[in-house]
């Protein structure tokens, strides 16, 4: 239950190490253990919880079990889905906390666990953020190749939204140069194939701005270019496809 929506549309992704404010409770009510508690914030590395019951750490407190194993499944579904400064109230079942044995002497067996959770940030590094638009681009081409365009559409927007921003510098090292050209590469293939599911499903003003996000990035993109005079056909912007469809032949 979302109790403060979050700002922003990005949402962390598997490997990011995210920062939370969180208070447990069981389902009377009592509280078993709090952040706000131990006087700091709890961070760990979404993507790594246990599916399950404590295999250890009996009689520690939450946070000390969680250090140790990272998170309980719960956290890392719930988390996931959580945008930058949300607070939120997660129900967590059993099967997706502790599990039968739970961990006492806090947590009793087979007990549904309730947190309210503040997220205030998380980190990801360059590396990390390619892998996963590397992953959206190949799960959009999946669904292209089955003309699901429309899940396709999900898919590459992903990349632009992962490529946001980035630590390398222009000015910076021959890695940070590499870095960025591979980012900006990546960056035009996601704009340019979101593009091109837009047409298909006749999202034409949505598939011009995106082809004018990839021209930004290559000014002779052929297939921006392309794809941009189709959307401005299909909005019968008939003299400026024109004009698009002839900056095709020149190129050609």
């Known amino acids: 239950v979302i109790k403060t929506?979050?700002?922003?549309e990005e949402r962390p992704m598997s490997g990011s190490k995210v920062t939370v404010h969180y208070t447990g409770k069981?389902?009377?009510?009592t509280i078993f253990d709090s952040s706000h508690n131990h006087g700091s914030k709890f961070t760990f590395n979404l993507g790594k919880g246990l599916l399950g019951e404590c295999k250890g750490f009996h009689g520690?407190?939450?946070?000390?079990?969680?250090?140790?194993?990272e998170v309980i499944k719960a956290w890392d579904w719930g988390v996931a889905s959580m945008r930058k400064g949300e607070?939120?109230?997660?129900?967590c079942k059993p099967q997706y906390a502790y599990g039968e044995r739970g961990s006492p002497p806090k947590i009793p067996p087979n007990a549904t666990l309730i947190f309210e959770r503040a997220k205030e940030a998380w980190e990801c590094s360059d590396e990390e953020r390619m892998e996963q638009a590397e992953l959206a681009k190949k799960k959009g081409t999946d669904f292209v190749k089955e003309q699901n365009y429309k899940r396709a559409i999900v898919q590459y927007k992903k990349i632009a939204e992962l490529l946001s921003h980035h630590d390398a510098k222009e000015d910076g090292s021959d890695e940070d140069r590499?870095?960025?050209?591979?980012?900006n590469k990546l960056k035009l293939a996601g704009y340019l194939n979101v593009a091109l599911c837009q047409n298909k499903e006749k999202l034409y003003l949505d598939a011009v701005h995106s082809c004018e996000?990839?021209?930004?990035?290559e000014a002779t993109s052929e297939k921006a270019i392309y794809r941009l005079a189709e959307g401005l056909f299909g909005l019968k912007e008939y003299h400026k496809a024109k004009v698009q469809f002839n900056k095709v032949s020149i190129l050609w």
């Open 178 to 183: 590499e870095t960025i050209g591979k980012w």
């Open 60 to 69: 520690c407190s939450f946070i000390h079990y969680i250090k140790h194993s």
């Open 26 to 29: 069981l389902l009377d009510g």
């Open 5 to 8: 929506a979050g700002i922003g």
């Open 87 to 91: 607070i939120c109230e997660l129900t």
């Open 213 to 217: 996000e990839a021209l930004k990035l």
